[in-house]
Protein backbone atom coordinates (compact mmCIF):
# COMPACT_ATOMS: atom_id res chain seq x y z
CA UNK A 1 0.00 0.00 0.00
CA UNK A 2 1.46 3.39 -0.72
CA UNK A 3 1.21 6.15 1.37
CA UNK A 4 1.04 9.64 0.47
CA UNK A 5 2.37 12.83 2.54
CA UNK A 6 1.06 16.55 1.82
CA UNK A 7 3.07 19.62 2.99
CA UNK A 8 2.95 23.21 2.44
CA UNK A 9 -0.38 24.74 2.91
CA UNK A 10 -0.89 27.71 4.93
CA UNK A 11 -2.23 30.63 4.74
CA UNK A 12 -1.51 33.43 1.89
CA UNK A 13 -2.92 36.96 0.38
CA UNK A 14 -5.34 37.16 -2.69
CA UNK A 15 -2.80 37.40 -5.78
CA UNK A 16 -0.17 35.13 -3.58
CA UNK A 17 1.66 31.88 -4.61
CA UNK A 18 1.94 28.49 -2.54
CA UNK A 19 3.41 25.20 -3.39
CA UNK A 20 2.60 22.14 -2.45
CA UNK A 21 4.60 18.70 -2.17
CA UNK A 22 3.34 15.42 -2.02
CA UNK A 23 5.38 12.42 -1.33
CA UNK A 24 4.79 8.72 -2.20
CA UNK A 25 6.43 5.98 -0.39
CA UNK A 26 6.61 4.20 -4.08
CA UNK A 27 6.14 4.98 -7.22
CA UNK A 28 2.94 5.33 -8.91
CA UNK A 29 2.09 6.06 -12.74
CA UNK A 30 -0.02 9.09 -12.68
CA UNK A 31 0.31 11.50 -9.51
CA UNK A 32 -2.61 14.57 -8.80
CA UNK A 33 -3.63 17.33 -7.29
CA UNK A 34 -7.39 17.12 -5.85
CA UNK A 35 -9.38 19.87 -4.06
CA UNK A 36 -12.22 19.97 -1.64
CA UNK A 37 -14.33 22.54 0.53
CA UNK A 38 -17.29 22.21 3.13
CA UNK A 39 -20.41 20.82 1.47
CA UNK A 40 -19.05 19.96 -1.79
CA UNK A 41 -17.68 17.29 -3.80
CA UNK A 42 -13.74 16.86 -3.88
CA UNK A 43 -12.97 18.48 -7.60
CA UNK A 44 -9.94 17.79 -9.95
CA UNK A 45 -7.17 20.24 -9.52
CA UNK A 46 -4.23 18.78 -11.58
CA UNK A 47 -2.98 15.48 -12.77
CA UNK A 48 0.40 14.36 -14.29
CA UNK A 49 1.75 11.13 -15.25
CA UNK A 50 5.26 9.95 -15.08
CA UNK A 51 6.57 10.78 -18.55
CA UNK A 52 5.28 14.23 -17.66
CA UNK A 53 2.04 14.28 -19.58
CA UNK A 54 -0.24 16.85 -17.86
CA UNK A 55 -3.77 17.54 -17.27
CA UNK A 56 -5.15 20.71 -15.19
CA UNK A 57 -9.05 21.77 -14.14
CA UNK A 58 -9.87 24.80 -16.45
CA UNK A 59 -10.53 27.21 -13.00
CA UNK A 60 -6.53 26.95 -12.68
CA UNK A 61 -5.20 26.86 -15.82
CA UNK A 62 -2.53 29.21 -16.38
CA UNK A 63 -2.02 30.01 -12.77
CA UNK A 64 -1.05 26.36 -11.27
CA UNK A 65 1.31 24.13 -12.57
CA UNK A 66 2.06 20.48 -11.52
CA UNK A 67 5.29 18.68 -11.86
CA UNK A 68 7.15 15.63 -10.26
CA UNK A 69 10.27 14.37 -9.53
CA UNK A 70 10.64 11.00 -10.30
CA UNK A 71 13.34 9.90 -8.60
CA UNK A 72 11.67 11.28 -5.48
CA UNK A 73 8.52 10.06 -6.18
CA UNK A 74 7.64 13.68 -5.35
CA UNK A 75 4.62 15.99 -6.89
CA UNK A 76 4.18 19.70 -6.62
CA UNK A 77 1.69 22.20 -7.37
CA UNK A 78 2.76 25.20 -7.85
CA UNK A 79 -0.08 28.02 -7.07
CA UNK A 80 0.23 31.58 -8.34
CA UNK A 81 -2.29 34.39 -8.73
CA UNK A 82 -4.21 32.72 -5.64
CA UNK A 83 -7.81 33.66 -5.64
CA UNK A 84 -10.10 33.35 -2.48
CA UNK A 85 -12.00 30.58 -4.46
CA UNK A 86 -8.91 28.40 -4.47
CA UNK A 87 -9.79 27.98 -0.24
CA UNK A 88 -10.12 24.42 0.35
CA UNK A 89 -8.20 21.40 1.37
CA UNK A 90 -6.30 19.54 -1.22
CA UNK A 91 -5.08 16.36 -1.34
CA UNK A 92 -3.05 14.40 -3.55
CA UNK A 93 -3.96 11.12 -5.49
CA UNK A 94 -2.33 8.53 -7.09
CA UNK A 95 -3.36 6.21 -9.76
CA UNK A 96 -2.15 3.31 -11.24
CA UNK A 97 -3.54 2.54 -14.50
CA UNK A 98 -5.47 5.77 -14.98
CA UNK A 99 -7.00 9.37 -14.30
CA UNK A 100 -9.92 8.23 -13.63
CA UNK A 101 -9.71 4.95 -10.67
CA UNK A 102 -8.09 6.90 -8.11
CA UNK A 103 -6.07 4.33 -5.98
CA UNK A 104 -4.50 6.14 -2.80
CA UNK A 105 -5.46 9.49 -1.38
CA UNK A 106 -3.23 11.74 0.92
CA UNK A 107 -4.86 13.44 4.44
CA UNK A 108 -4.88 16.47 3.04
CA UNK A 109 -3.38 20.20 3.56
CA UNK A 110 -5.04 23.56 3.91
CA UNK A 111 -4.81 26.41 1.63
CA UNK A 112 -6.58 29.29 3.11
CA UNK A 113 -6.94 32.49 0.27
CA UNK A 114 -7.31 35.67 2.08
CA UNK A 115 -6.77 38.96 2.87
Known amino acids: QVQLVESGGGLVQPGGSLRLSCAASGSIFIMGWYRQTPGKQRELVATITRGGSTNYADSVKGRFTISRDNAKNTVYLQMNSLKPEDTAVYFC????????????WGRGTQVTVSA
Open 93 to 104: SGHNIVATIINY
